[in-house]
């Protein structure tokens, strides 16, 4: 529960409510029910004799369900109510909702309840934007039932609510008169349907639920925690946040139409429950030692989707990753590209990354082999494509400026990319971070080349082409008096360094650009007081211009981004930072019930006691779950080696003994142990040190 919300969720389907259980959403308001990019409810309110209930509490039962206790309002302080309600709500393909009335009096009861219903159908997109609708509307009554529907031309969505309990049906709503002995219960289950038809094909766009049944939707979240490995350790904290992090990728996972049973993460509550091409990606990247079995359905799902066409509404180009795909009534009018959208510059090297990795893993030759193709088409991309400067980098720009996103990196706001001292760079724009995305595809896609696809030509070029990029970019990309990476090239001035320091050069470690006698200088930044806030990197270091800790890319502090930026340190060697940063993250985690937000506030961790929320960060999202999942495997050090794990502890001495077991992989599944010996400065008075083995 988050400002007095209750949120749950399944897959693409959420459900966003006060504490009452009651739905009155606005216009830019995410209170509704949603499935599919649509509001199906915006209106879900109950009243007992004509007035509202007050809760008493809410219990947050699973993801995909919670129960509200709540007393009609008495007047007084005394809340000795002779009435009782209990509303349990399920997320089931839908929503079902168990509606259960208590006389605690000593004499029978005559009660009115009444339950509004409305639905807006609002696109996500309308309901972020405050855009209004032009379709129409029909509301009726139907054998007993409610039916809401929505139409433009051949788009479609239809809302049909009924009662298990005989109730007065009329277009606004459902009315029960219920007569109530002493001592006595009443109950109903409202079954609130939505339905989404495939104006295209027979079957529905996308499965937003796993199960019908609510016993399934529990023993499915049982078995993906017991197939997970098992956590054990000192730290009880530790163990909170793990098994969060299980429970949220478990309520986050969607199956697109194609993937048929198999599921992807989608990419964060409320404004991204869908698939999301460059989050997929590096949440199953995260994930992998945990829950392999998603960055298969990525792969497959992602390539299904490949650009094949050059498409400028779309952004889309041959080879290219999708990075978006939405449902709703505004892609599906083409108010917005993104049916799909191709808008982003690094899902597609990252999509050789991360097939490369998961067979690392996996041992799955056969995946890899199965989608050679894809591979390639990806491989060729990057340097057919994605260099849009001819220069040899990867570079950007909307090719629509009224529908394209104008940062097609990580960093999507229109701000996010500047000079130290504010200004925006022209197009095209080469951020540091998705050339070392694109050196790192070249040398993962020679060793699959080389391996699975039967073709050294290729291996020995990508190996000469990833050399000669490493060697250009410290030429160009190096900022010799600051020693520090530039954050972009400004195509529009003549490739000039945009010369912001920013957490995108800790990415350049991970991905092995950065030459080993460069790296001591990065870390120095990283971990130095205008980028490290004591609770994690900065987005953008305190001394530039656009610098605000309450920015969302512009020094925010982003839990997805540090864990790869520890899993970096520990590639380079810096134990001592990588656990640093872990250790900070998991105090963090703590002040958010063990649940790390999309972002939060870049404040010194001197200056207030506890990170800061960032007002609209979306909760949960899928790579700041994954985000204690990848500290868990740098702390550890796992990695894969031919058919072995090589584990190499390196732990906060605060976690103590930690163990991890069953880890999936080609090994089969292996054990993992640790003790937690490396000192950590819980305060930051001053920047840590560099420290490397």
Known sequence: MTDGQVKILD?????????????????????????????????????????????????????????FFLVPD???????????????????????????????????????????????????????????KVGSYDRRTEDGR??????????RRQLVVSSSAPAEVDEGGLTFAVRLPPGERWTTVLQVETVTPNRFASQPL????????????????????????????????????????????????????????????????PWFMSMFGRDSILTSMQALPFVPEQAATTIRV????????????RDEDPGKIVHELRYGEMAAFEHRP????????????????????????????????????????????????????????????????????????????????????????????????????????????????????????LAQRLEREAARLKERFNQDFWIEDGEYYALALDGAADGAPVDALSSNIGHLLWSGIVPEDRAEAVVRHLMGPRLYSGWGVRTLATVEGRYNPIGYHVGTVWPFDNSFIAWGLRRYGYKQEAAQIASDMLDAAAYFDGRLPEAFGGYDRTETRYPVQYPTACSPQAWSTGAPLLFLRTMLGLQP?????????????????????????????????????????????????????
């Open 206 to 269: 996308a499965t937003t639920g796993r199960s019908s049944h609510t016993d399934d939707m529990r023993a499915d979240l049982d078995r993906w925690i017991a197939a997970a490995p098992r956590l054990e350790s000192d730290d009880q904290q530790l163990q909170r946040t793990y098994t969060r992090s299980l429970i949220d990728l478990a309520a986050l996972r969607f199956s697109p139409a194609i993937a048929g049973e198999d599921t992807l993460p989608a990419a964060g509550l």
């Open 338 to 457: 993104q049916s799909p959208y191709y808008g982003d510059a690094d899902g597609t090297p990252l999509f050789v990354v991360l097939m490369d990795e998961y067979e690392l893993w996996s041992g799955d030759s056969n995946l890899v082999r199965e989608y050679e193709y894809e591979g390639r088409a990806a491989l060729d991309w990057i340097g057919r494509y994605g260099d849009l400067m001819g220069n040899g980098y990867i570079s950007y720009r909307p090719r629509r400026e009224d529908t394209g996103l104008a940062n097609q990196c990580w960093k999507d706001s229109w701000n996010s990319i500047s000079y130290r001292d504010g200004r925006l760079p022209g197009f095209p724009r080469a951020t540091c971070e998705l050339q070392g995305y694109a050196y790192d595809a070249m040398t993962r896609g020679a060793r699959l080349a080389r391996k699975f696809w039967d073709d050294e030509e």
């Open 74 to 132: 008495t007047g007084t302080v005394y809340s000795d109510s002779e009435v009782s309600v209990i509303r349990q709500r399920t997320l089931n393909s839908g929503m079902r909702e168990r509606l259960t009335v208590l006389n605690h009096a000593e004499s029978d009861a005559d009660l009115t309840l009444r339950l509004d219903v409305d639905s807006d159908f609002a696109d996500l997109f309308e309901v972020k934007d405050a855009l209004e």
């Open 302 to 313: 992602l390539a299904a989707w490949q650009g094949s066409r050059s498409d400028d509404f």
């Open 641 to 693: 080696s031919g058919e072995h794990l090589v584990v190499e502890p390196a732990l906060p001495a605060n976690l103590g003994s930690v163990t991890l077991l069953d880890i999936p992989g080609r090994w089969g599944r292996l054990d993992a142990f640790g003790r937690g010996l490396l000192a950590v400065d819980r305060e930051h008075p001053e920047p840590a040190p560099v420290l490397r083995d």
């Open 11 to 67: 897959g693409n389907t959420f459900a966003v409510s006060d504490k009452a259980g009651d739905i009155e959403a606005t216009a830019t308001d995410p209170s509704g029910l949603f499935a599919l990019d649509t509001r199906f409810l915006s209106t879900w309110r109950l009243t007992l004799g004509g007035k509202r209930l007050t809760p008493l509490s809410v219990d947050d039962l699973q993801y995909f369900e919670a129960k």
């Open 146 to 155: 409610l039916v809401l529907e929505y139409r433009r031309d051949s788009f």
